[in-house]
DNA sequence: AAGGGTGTTGAAAG
DNA sequence: GCTTTCAACACCCT
């Protein structure tokens, strides 16, 4: 499940194997995944244009070529591969990018989640879903008077906030858990009930445990391999998320499973101590 | 062997 | 408008 760690790490490896290379024709084997373009005009559009660079935003790629951009949301397990045109369409390989130098890019999803779009080059960030997105977790956007504004009013436990999107771009499931673990915050805390403090150490959290998780190239858990095939690191420095009935690296107490706002949700009950409310 | 868990997003419902 | 619930889908585990 690639978080934006591993979307930075698949953007990363991507970049530097197929910008500059031309498509030649594109082969869509699931129409559904392909948005609001049917698969006839999205591949006709695309083929014989040059790509000349890849972003990230959040979880979101933006795979730009010279009068298109195709947005690429990997959702839960999309993965993308590199093979030679001749290799066997597998399975799952639900978009397969011919170039014209005889390789192929094969996007890869069990699931079904994941989806494509192609809009005019430079208009990504005024598509629905894309223009509501709060600022990153490593940007200098993210400030304190900014999350503070979105708390005021707000009953939401912290947890479920810090996974809204529009609030923060790019915080998936296993990091908020890493960043409140960080902040010493019980996930259940409702957001009206954050101080300052509170706020600057959710912050820190989130530039710590993201910049140090890129830095490793993210965390593998379940079936995620990014699209070089290489494992992240950051799996073995999770401080709570997956480790229901192991111990607090910090004060040994045995870490608890709980679920909120439908998610599974890992939390030290002594580091992450809930609020006494007030009154 | 049926059913629940897994996670992201957007649409629908409250 | 804000918040919660669910659907999209496939696979793994019990």
Known sequence: MPEMPEVETVRATLSSMIVGKTIDHILVRYPKMIQPDTPESFSNSLSHQTLESIERY??????????????????MEGKYFLRPQSE??????????????????????????????????GTQFSVPGI??????????????????????????????????????????????????FYAKLHP????????????????????????????????TIRSYVSSLGVTGRFQTELAVHMRKDELCNKCESTIIKIKVGGRGTYYCPLCQKEKRKSR
């Open 58 to 75: 959040g979880k979101y790629l933006f795979f730009h070529f010279q009068t298109d951009t195709l947005i690429s949301h990997l959702r």
């Open 88 to 121: 066997p369409v597998l399975n799952h390989e639900h978009v397969i990018f011919y170039f014209t130098d005889g390789l192929s890019l094969r996007y890869h999803d069990t699931r079904k989640f994941g989806t494509m779009q192609r809009v005019p080059r």
């Open 188 to 219: 259940l805390t409702p957001v009206n009930q954050l101080t300052k403090n509170d706020i600057v150490r959710i912050i820190d959290g989130c530039k710590s445990v993201i910049s140090r998780a890129i830095e490793l190239g993210g965390s």
């Open 131 to 180: 223009i509501k997105m709060g600022p990153e977790p490593i940007s200098n956007d993210l400030t304190v008077s900014y999350l503070l504004g979105k708390t005021k009013n707000s009953f939401r436990p912290v947890k479920t906030f810090l996974l809204d999107q529009t609030v923060v771009s790019g915080l998936g499931n296993i990091y908020v858990d890493e960043v409140l």
